[in-house]
């Protein structure tokens, strides 16, 4: 054979054979890349999922401070207070001044201070839940201001419904933290009712208010209606609302005095020579503590008061103004305070009683005063008119005649009312003008004495403006002053 042709056969015949691993190379190289995209998309699909999940998680953790937000809103008195503190959420009705109506604020908040799962909502399960970590407040139980910490934990992909449901292999928790600030009420503009009432032992048939009926307590008696107020406006409940407190007496400069000393004169007192002779507090007002009744009639009673001036009356016994007096004409109502006497009560509200038995009260009683003994607990009839004849402490407010009393009565004990010709006036005015009683009254009850339409109180002047308001313990909520995820342990 040639040697060129078994050169050329060999050559032939040496590459049959080198192309089919190639092929298969090739072909294992695609493999590879295919199933490196693959996985690579099965991994973006499940980040995409979990990165869902989580989302969703803390879509429902936010729902949950959402809404313990508004229960805190509705019942600001319990943002002083920690989740387990004593007093606290999960023993609400022994917080001071929260709301223990039935179904009303305490109950309320009992309930959901638990650390149950809730459902976001009850009809679709997917939107996850919520729960209730912990509320704690710093650095005073019950003490202006503070700061409230919320921890709240949310899930999806929970296994079940409502309080039974449990975490599952997909399910998505995330736990957040918000810092709540609890700060004392600001100076606002809320306006004032006319008459702030804690019940109603007699309805008010005729009698109107020019202003709002408010009743500090869990619904409206039978005995009062819109019809009673100029306005056709219907009384509005506020069982939040603590009623207010009268203040404290000033621990100095505090004039002691008679009433006669201040009805039919100016005040303050000056001597021949011009020169005020009664004591002013730091900030330029004049506080008297009135011994006895503060009771006169017409001319009088009248009381004017210096230009600028600011008044403070704290009265032992009762109120008691007929006639026509003109007590700070043409004044503005927050320029003259007047505060009844109260009985002292206990953390459970009943009457504080001394060694024999006897009531105590907050601005003591005139000499020659025998307060009777009362067998505890005290009940409300015992300390109320007709049962409670004793003039200490104010258990009665009485403003008749046609005159003009520009003031704040306030008297958490007393069973009031205004009579006599009332009307004329004008709020409109800066400051008010005419007749009858311009102001607020704040009172136990109301008794009505006629039908006589008035107004018997035209409302003026803000929250605000009054001691007893200034001195309340319901706080102020702004906005959350931080958020931020937290680790689950």
């Given at each position: 054979?040639s040697?060129?042709?078994k050169?050329?056969l060999?050559?032939?015949?040496s590459?049959?054979?080198?192309a089919l691993?190639i092929?298969?190379?090739?072909?294992?190289i695609i493999?590879l890349?295919?199933?490196?995209l693959?996985m690579?998309?099965?991994?973006?699909q499940m980040t995409?999922?979990?990165?869902?999940?989580t989302?969703?998680?803390l879509?429902?953790?936010?729902?949950?401070?959402t809404?313990?937000?508004s229960l805190?809103?509705?019942?600001?008195?319990?943002?002083?207070y920690?989740?387990t503190?004593?007093?606290g959420?999960?023993t609400?009705?022994?917080i001071?001044?929260?709301d223990?109506c039935?179904?009303g604020?305490?109950?309320q908040v009992?309930?959901?201070?638990?650390?149950?799962?809730r459902?976001v909502?009850s009809?679709d399960?997917?939107k996850?839940q919520?729960?209730?970590?912990?509320?704690?407040y710093?650095?005073?139980?019950g003490?202006?201001?503070?700061?409230?910490v919320?921890?709240i934990?949310g899930?999806?992909?929970q296994?079940?419904?409502s309080?039974?449901?449990?975490s599952?292999?997909?399910?998505?928790?995330t736990?957040?933290?918000v810092n709540?600030?609890?700060?004392?009420?600001?100076s606002g503009?809320s306006?004032?009712?006319a008459?702030?009432?804690?019940?109603f032992?007699?309805?008010?048939?005729?009698?109107?208010v020019?202003?709002?009926?408010?009743?500090a307590g869990c619904?409206?008696?039978?005995g009062v209606?819109?019809?009673?107020t100029?306005?056709?406006?219907?009384p509005i409940?506020?069982?939040?609302?603590?009623?207010?407190?009268?203040p404290?007496?000033?621990?100095?400069?505090?004039?002691?005095v008679?009433?006669?000393?201040?009805?039919g004169?100016n005040l303050?007192?000056?001597n021949?020579s011009?020169?005020v002779t009664d004591?002013?507090q730091?900030?330029?007002s004049y506080?008297?503590l009135?011994?006895?009744?503060l009771?006169g009639?017409g001319?009088?009673?009248n009381i004017?008061l210096g230009?600028?001036a600011k008044?403070?009356?704290y009265?032992?016994g009762?109120?008691?103004?007929?006639g026509?007096?003109?007590?700070?004409?043409n004044?503005?109502?927050?320029?003259?305070?007047i505060?009844?006497n109260t009985?002292?009560r206990?953390?459970?509200?009943?009457?504080k009683?001394d060694?024999?038995n006897k009531?105590?009260?907050?601005?003591?009683?005139?000499?020659?005063?025998?307060?009777p003994?009362?067998?505890?607990?005290?009940?409300d009839?015992a300390i109320?008119?007709?049962?409670y004849?004793?003039?200490?402490?104010?258990?009665?407010?009485?403003?008749?005649?046609g005159?003009?009393?520009?003031?704040?009565?306030h008297?958490?004990d007393?069973?009031g009312?205004?009579a006599g010709?009332?009307?004329?006036?004008n709020?409109?005015?800066d400051?008010?003008?005419?007749?009858?009683f311009?102001?607020?009254v704040w009172?136990k009850?109301w008794?009505k004495q006629s039908?006589?339409a008035?107004?018997m109180?035209?409302?003026?002047?803000?929250?605000s403006d009054?001691?007893?308001?200034?001195q309340?313990t319901?706080?102020s909520?702004?906005?959350?002053?931080s958020w931020q995820?937290?680790?689950?342990p």
């Open positions: 054979m040697p060129k042709l050169l050329a060999i050559c032939r015949y590459d049959r054979g080198f691993p092929a298969i190379s090739l072909g294992f493999l890349v295919v199933a490196t693959l690579r998309s099965q991994d973006d995409a999922l979990a990165q869902k999940s989302s969703q998680g879509s429902a953790a936010e729902t949950g401070v809404r313990y937000q805190i809103n509705k019942n600001r008195v319990i943002a002083m920690s989740r503190g004593t007093p959420w999960t609400a009705s022994g001071p001044d929260i223990t039935t179904g604020g305490a109950s009992t309930a959901a201070a638990t650390t149950d799962w459902d909502d009809s399960s997917s996850g919520y729960r209730l970590i912990d509320y704690t710093s650095p005073t139980q003490v202006l201001p503070g700061t409230g919320l921890t934990e899930r999806v992909n296994v079940g419904t309080s039974t449901a449990t599952g292999v997909g399910t998505a928790t736990r957040l933290q709540i600030p609890v700060i004392n009420q600001p503009a306006p004032a009712p008459l702030l009432i804690q019940n032992t007699q309805n008010m048939g005729g009698n109107k020019k202003g709002d009926i408010v009743v619904s409206v008696p039978s209606s819109s019809s009673n100029v306005s056709g406006n219907a409940t506020k069982p939040d609302l603590a009623f207010p407190k009268t404290t007496l000033p621990t100095s400069n505090l004039n002691t008679s009433p006669s000393d201040v009805l004169t303050p007192r000056k021949a011009g020169v004591q002013a730091p900030d330029g506080h008297y009135i011994q006895g009744n009771a009639n001319s009088g009673a004017t230009t600028g008044v403070v009356f009265v032992q009762k109120i008691d103004i007929g026509s007096p003109d007590i700070n004409k004044g503005y109502p927050k320029n003259l305070q505060y009844g009985f002292q206990n953390a459970d509200d009943t009457v009683l060694a024999s009531p105590l009260t907050k601005y003591g009683c005139s000499a020659g005063i025998t307060l003994t009362l067998t505890p607990p005290v009940s009839s109320s008119p007709p049962s004849t004793v003039n200490c402490p104010t258990v009665s407010v009485s403003l008749n005649g005159g003009s009393i520009q003031a704040l009565v008297a958490p007393a069973t009312n205004v010709s009332g009307g004329g006036c709020t409109s005015a400051p008010p003008t005419g007749g009858g311009i102001g607020a009172i009850t008794d039908n006589n008035g107004p109180v035209c409302a003026y002047g803000n929250y009054y001691l007893s308001f200034q309340t319901q706080p909520i702004p906005a959350i002053s995820r937290e680790e689950i």
